[in-house]
Protein backbone atom coordinates (compact mmCIF):
# COMPACT_ATOMS: atom_id res chain seq x y z
CA UNK A 1 0.00 0.00 0.00
CA UNK A 2 3.14 2.08 -0.17
CA UNK A 3 2.84 5.47 -1.44
CA UNK A 4 3.06 9.11 -2.24
CA UNK A 5 0.72 11.79 -2.72
CA UNK A 6 1.11 15.88 -3.46
CA UNK A 7 -2.45 17.94 -3.04
CA UNK A 8 -2.08 21.69 -2.55
CA UNK A 9 -1.86 21.52 1.05
CA UNK A 10 1.89 19.28 1.22
CA UNK A 11 2.86 16.26 0.55
CA UNK A 12 2.04 13.03 2.06
CA UNK A 13 4.41 9.57 2.56
CA UNK A 14 3.69 6.49 3.70
CA UNK A 15 6.54 5.44 5.82
CA UNK A 16 5.42 1.69 7.09
CA UNK A 17 3.23 -0.64 5.34
CA UNK A 18 -0.49 -0.57 6.99
CA UNK A 19 -0.51 -3.54 9.59
CA UNK A 20 -2.08 -5.90 8.32
CA UNK A 21 -6.30 -6.53 8.37
CA UNK A 22 -7.60 -9.09 10.92
CA UNK A 23 -10.48 -10.34 8.88
CA UNK A 24 -11.82 -10.04 4.95
CA UNK A 25 -14.88 -8.07 6.17
CA UNK A 26 -12.38 -5.22 7.34
CA UNK A 27 -11.56 -5.16 4.31
CA UNK A 28 -14.74 -5.37 2.64
CA UNK A 29 -16.25 -2.32 4.60
CA UNK A 30 -13.85 -0.27 2.05
CA UNK A 31 -11.97 2.91 2.83
CA UNK A 32 -14.23 5.81 4.23
CA UNK A 33 -14.40 9.22 1.22
CA UNK A 34 -14.81 12.58 1.34
CA UNK A 35 -18.35 13.18 3.42
CA UNK A 36 -17.87 10.01 5.70
CA UNK A 37 -17.73 10.06 9.14
CA UNK A 38 -15.13 8.04 10.71
CA UNK A 39 -13.21 7.49 13.89
CA UNK A 40 -9.53 7.27 14.42
CA UNK A 41 -6.33 6.96 16.69
CA UNK A 42 -3.69 9.06 16.71
CA UNK A 43 -1.29 7.02 18.13
CA UNK A 44 2.05 9.11 17.66
CA UNK A 45 3.33 11.83 16.83
CA UNK A 46 7.06 12.70 16.24
CA UNK A 47 9.91 14.55 14.26
CA UNK A 48 7.42 17.90 14.09
CA UNK A 49 8.95 20.41 12.37
CA UNK A 50 8.13 24.09 12.12
CA UNK A 51 10.11 24.58 9.03
CA UNK A 52 11.05 28.44 7.36
CA UNK A 53 8.83 30.48 8.76
CA UNK A 54 9.39 29.87 12.38
CA UNK A 55 5.85 29.51 13.08
CA UNK A 56 5.28 28.35 16.92
CA UNK A 57 4.20 24.62 17.26
CA UNK A 58 1.99 25.00 19.88
CA UNK A 59 0.07 27.36 17.56
CA UNK A 60 0.01 25.12 14.79
CA UNK A 61 -1.00 22.55 17.19
CA UNK A 62 -3.98 24.84 18.63
CA UNK A 63 -5.23 25.49 15.18
CA UNK A 64 -5.78 21.63 13.95
CA UNK A 65 -8.77 19.89 14.91
CA UNK A 66 -7.31 17.14 15.20
CA UNK A 67 -4.24 17.22 16.54
CA UNK A 68 -5.02 20.12 19.36
CA UNK A 69 -6.15 17.72 22.18
CA UNK A 70 -3.64 14.93 21.37
CA UNK A 71 -2.07 13.48 24.00
CA UNK A 72 0.71 10.08 23.61
CA UNK A 73 0.22 9.09 27.00
CA UNK A 74 -3.73 8.21 26.63
CA UNK A 75 -4.07 8.58 23.27
CA UNK A 76 -7.97 8.83 22.55
CA UNK A 77 -10.08 8.20 19.75
CA UNK A 78 -11.62 11.11 17.47
CA UNK A 79 -14.56 11.20 14.94
CA UNK A 80 -14.34 13.25 12.54
CA UNK A 81 -16.24 14.08 9.16
CA UNK A 82 -13.62 13.92 6.52
CA UNK A 83 -13.09 16.69 4.33
CA UNK A 84 -15.60 18.55 6.72
CA UNK A 85 -13.95 18.24 10.38
CA UNK A 86 -10.63 19.79 9.09
CA UNK A 87 -9.71 23.20 9.91
CA UNK A 88 -5.70 23.52 9.40
CA UNK A 89 -3.58 22.37 5.94
CA UNK A 90 -2.28 19.31 8.70
CA UNK A 91 -5.40 18.26 8.93
CA UNK A 92 -6.59 18.70 5.50
CA UNK A 93 -3.46 15.84 5.16
CA UNK A 94 -4.61 13.77 7.44
CA UNK A 95 -7.97 13.61 5.95
CA UNK A 96 -6.41 12.21 3.01
CA UNK A 97 -4.09 9.69 5.19
CA UNK A 98 -7.42 8.04 6.60
CA UNK A 99 -9.08 7.55 2.62
CA UNK A 100 -6.10 5.36 2.79
CA UNK A 101 -7.13 3.05 5.72
CA UNK A 102 -9.28 0.14 6.16
CA UNK A 103 -11.24 -0.33 9.19
CA UNK A 104 -8.46 -1.93 11.75
CA UNK A 105 -5.44 -0.76 9.65
CA UNK A 106 -2.91 1.71 11.16
CA UNK A 107 -0.23 2.90 9.21
CA UNK A 108 2.76 5.42 9.94
CA UNK A 109 3.08 8.90 7.34
CA UNK A 110 5.34 11.64 6.98
CA UNK A 111 3.57 14.82 6.38
CA UNK A 112 5.04 17.77 4.65
CA UNK A 113 2.75 21.08 4.82
CA UNK A 114 3.32 23.34 1.96
CA UNK A 115 2.14 26.84 3.49
CA UNK A 116 3.18 26.84 7.15
CA UNK A 117 6.54 24.61 5.50
CA UNK A 118 6.39 22.41 8.92
CA UNK A 119 6.64 18.98 9.08
CA UNK A 120 5.75 15.78 11.29
CA UNK A 121 5.66 11.60 11.58
CA UNK A 122 2.13 10.33 12.55
CA UNK A 123 1.07 7.41 13.24
CA UNK A 124 -2.81 6.67 12.67
CA UNK A 125 -5.39 3.57 13.31
CA UNK A 126 -8.75 3.69 11.47
CA UNK A 127 -11.05 2.20 14.21
CA UNK A 128 -14.35 2.99 12.55
CA UNK A 129 -16.50 4.20 9.68
CA UNK A 130 -20.06 5.21 10.58
CA UNK A 131 -23.08 4.34 7.85
CA UNK A 132 -22.18 7.27 5.37
CA UNK A 133 -23.30 7.88 2.12
CA UNK A 134 -21.58 8.58 -1.00
CA UNK A 135 -21.46 12.41 -2.04
CA UNK A 136 -23.54 11.59 -4.99
CA UNK A 137 -25.80 9.49 -2.92
CA UNK A 138 -26.91 12.40 -0.60
CA UNK A 139 -30.42 14.20 -1.13
CA UNK A 140 -30.36 18.29 -2.19
CA UNK A 141 -31.61 19.07 1.65
CA UNK A 142 -28.75 16.85 2.81
CA UNK A 143 -26.09 18.75 1.09
CA UNK A 144 -27.45 22.51 1.77
CA UNK A 145 -26.81 21.23 5.22
CA UNK A 146 -23.38 19.94 4.65
CA UNK A 147 -22.51 23.29 2.52
CA UNK A 148 -24.07 25.69 5.72
CA UNK A 149 -22.26 23.74 8.35
CA UNK A 150 -18.80 24.64 6.53
CA UNK A 151 -19.61 28.04 5.56
CA UNK A 152 -20.41 28.78 9.28
CA UNK A 153 -17.00 27.27 9.75
CA UNK A 154 -15.41 29.20 7.28
CA UNK A 155 -16.68 32.57 8.91
CA UNK A 156 -15.39 31.53 12.17
CA UNK A 157 -12.02 31.45 10.86
CA UNK A 158 -12.43 34.16 8.65
CA UNK A 159 -13.06 36.21 11.85
CA UNK A 160 -10.15 34.67 13.50
CA UNK A 161 -7.32 35.80 10.56
CA UNK A 162 -7.20 32.52 9.07
CA UNK A 163 -8.27 33.52 5.70
CA UNK A 164 -6.57 30.65 3.48
CA UNK A 165 -8.43 28.49 5.83
CA UNK A 166 -11.47 29.98 5.45
CA UNK A 167 -11.11 29.84 1.82
CA UNK A 168 -11.02 26.22 1.85
CA UNK A 169 -14.17 25.58 3.45
CA UNK A 170 -16.33 28.00 1.37
CA UNK A 171 -14.99 26.14 -1.49
CA UNK A 172 -15.99 22.94 -0.42
CA UNK A 173 -19.12 24.06 0.69
CA UNK A 174 -19.54 25.57 -3.10
CA UNK A 175 -18.17 22.02 -4.62
CA UNK A 176 -20.95 20.36 -2.11
CA UNK A 177 -23.96 23.36 -3.68
CA UNK A 178 -22.90 22.16 -7.32
CA UNK A 179 -24.06 18.26 -7.04
CA UNK A 180 -26.95 19.79 -6.96
CA UNK A 181 -28.10 20.51 -10.88
CA UNK A 182 -29.03 23.97 -11.33
CA UNK A 183 -32.83 23.11 -12.68
CA UNK A 184 -32.98 21.41 -9.38
CA UNK A 185 -31.94 24.13 -6.62
CA UNK A 186 -34.43 25.85 -4.24
CA UNK A 187 -34.13 29.81 -3.89
CA UNK A 188 -32.10 28.85 -0.11
CA UNK A 189 -29.76 26.87 -2.28
CA UNK A 190 -29.30 29.35 -4.77
CA UNK A 191 -28.82 32.33 -2.22
CA UNK A 192 -26.54 29.59 -0.18
CA UNK A 193 -23.99 29.62 -3.28
CA UNK A 194 -24.15 33.26 -4.14
CA UNK A 195 -23.00 33.92 -0.08
CA UNK A 196 -20.23 31.41 -0.80
CA UNK A 197 -18.91 33.20 -4.00
CA UNK A 198 -18.85 36.19 -2.29
CA UNK A 199 -17.09 34.97 0.94
CA UNK A 200 -14.38 33.15 -1.23
CA UNK A 201 -14.21 37.15 -3.04
CA UNK A 202 -13.93 38.42 0.40
CA UNK A 203 -10.72 36.07 1.16
CA UNK A 204 -9.40 36.93 -2.36
CA UNK A 205 -9.54 40.32 -1.49
CA UNK A 206 -7.95 40.20 1.92
CA UNK A 207 -5.03 38.51 0.30
CA UNK A 208 -4.44 40.77 -3.15
CA UNK A 209 -6.06 38.31 -5.73
CA UNK A 210 -7.74 41.31 -7.37
CA UNK A 211 -8.57 39.14 -10.32
CA UNK A 212 -9.66 36.38 -8.90
CA UNK A 213 -11.82 38.59 -6.41
CA UNK A 214 -13.36 40.33 -9.67
CA UNK A 215 -14.39 36.83 -11.29
CA UNK A 216 -16.31 35.48 -8.38
CA UNK A 217 -17.80 39.27 -7.80
CA UNK A 218 -18.58 38.89 -11.76
CA UNK A 219 -20.68 35.40 -10.51
CA UNK A 220 -22.53 36.98 -7.57
CA UNK A 221 -23.65 40.07 -9.56
CA UNK A 222 -24.78 37.81 -12.33
CA UNK A 223 -27.36 36.77 -9.49
CA UNK A 224 -27.97 39.62 -7.55
CA UNK A 225 -27.03 42.52 -9.42
CA UNK A 226 -27.50 45.33 -7.04
CA UNK A 227 -25.24 43.68 -3.93
CA UNK A 228 -23.71 46.67 -2.62
CA UNK A 229 -21.36 44.56 -0.59
CA UNK A 230 -20.17 42.42 -3.93
CA UNK A 231 -20.32 46.06 -5.93
CA UNK A 232 -17.42 47.39 -3.28
CA UNK A 233 -15.18 44.42 -3.59
CA UNK A 234 -15.73 44.39 -7.18
CA UNK A 235 -15.08 48.06 -7.67
CA UNK A 236 -11.77 47.76 -5.50
CA UNK A 237 -10.31 45.18 -6.63
CA UNK A 238 -10.80 47.21 -10.09
CA UNK A 239 -9.10 49.99 -8.54
CA UNK A 240 -5.93 47.90 -7.72
CA UNK A 241 -5.39 46.82 -11.10
CA UNK A 242 -6.35 50.18 -12.44
CA UNK A 243 -9.64 49.58 -14.38
CA UNK A 244 -10.91 52.88 -13.12
CA UNK A 245 -13.97 53.31 -15.43
CA UNK A 246 -14.99 49.97 -14.25
CA UNK A 247 -14.59 50.63 -10.76
CA UNK A 248 -16.38 54.29 -10.42
CA UNK A 249 -19.09 52.53 -12.21
CA UNK A 250 -19.60 50.02 -9.50
CA UNK A 251 -18.76 51.99 -6.20
CA UNK A 252 -20.79 54.84 -7.69
CA UNK A 253 -23.99 52.17 -8.51
CA UNK A 254 -22.91 51.03 -4.51
CA UNK A 255 -23.62 54.69 -3.76
CA UNK A 256 -26.16 54.82 -4.76
CA UNK A 257 -28.03 51.59 -3.51
CA UNK A 258 -26.37 52.74 -0.07
CA UNK A 259 -25.69 56.12 0.24
CA UNK A 260 -24.93 56.01 4.43
CA UNK A 261 -21.97 53.49 3.38
CA UNK A 262 -18.84 55.27 4.72
CA UNK A 263 -16.39 52.20 3.11
CA UNK A 264 -17.86 52.65 -0.21
CA UNK A 265 -17.27 56.24 0.09
CA UNK A 266 -13.75 55.76 1.29
CA UNK A 267 -12.74 53.55 -1.75
CA UNK A 268 -14.75 56.37 -3.97
CA UNK A 269 -11.95 58.72 -1.83
CA UNK A 270 -9.12 56.51 -2.88
CA UNK A 271 -10.61 56.06 -6.92
CA UNK A 272 -10.26 60.15 -7.37
CA UNK A 273 -6.20 59.93 -5.49
CA UNK A 274 -5.56 57.74 -7.85
CA UNK A 275 -6.61 58.93 -11.33
CA UNK A 276 -5.36 61.99 -9.87
CA UNK A 277 -1.71 60.46 -9.56
CA UNK A 278 -2.60 58.45 -12.99
CA UNK A 279 -3.40 62.06 -14.41
CA UNK A 280 -0.29 63.81 -13.77
CA UNK A 281 1.98 61.08 -14.77
CA UNK A 282 0.41 61.13 -17.97
CA UNK A 283 0.78 65.27 -18.42
CA UNK A 284 4.47 64.68 -17.20
CA UNK A 285 5.22 62.23 -19.92
CA UNK A 286 3.24 64.52 -22.81
CA UNK A 287 5.28 67.72 -21.19
CA UNK A 288 8.55 65.40 -22.01
CA UNK A 289 7.15 64.45 -25.51
CA UNK A 290 6.71 67.93 -26.53
CA UNK A 291 9.67 69.42 -24.75
Known amino acids: MAFKFQSEDGEIELLTEASPLK ?15 CSFKLQKLSNFSTGQNQTDEGILLATSNYLSSHSEL ?28 HVGESGEFSLKCLRSKSVCNITLELISIDDSKELHQLSSEEIHKFSTSLKEQGVELFSKGFVIDAFY ?28 QSNMASCHVKVKNWEDAIELCNMVLEQDPNNVKVLYRRGWSYIEIQEYEKAGDDLLKAKELDPGNQAVKNKLTLLDERKKVLNAKYAQAMKKFFS
Open 169 to 196: KFSKATKYIHLIKPRCRHIHQVKLLTTL
Open 23 to 37: DLKTLESGTPHEGFT
Open 74 to 101: EPKNKSVTIGVSSVSEIDRLIDVCLTKL
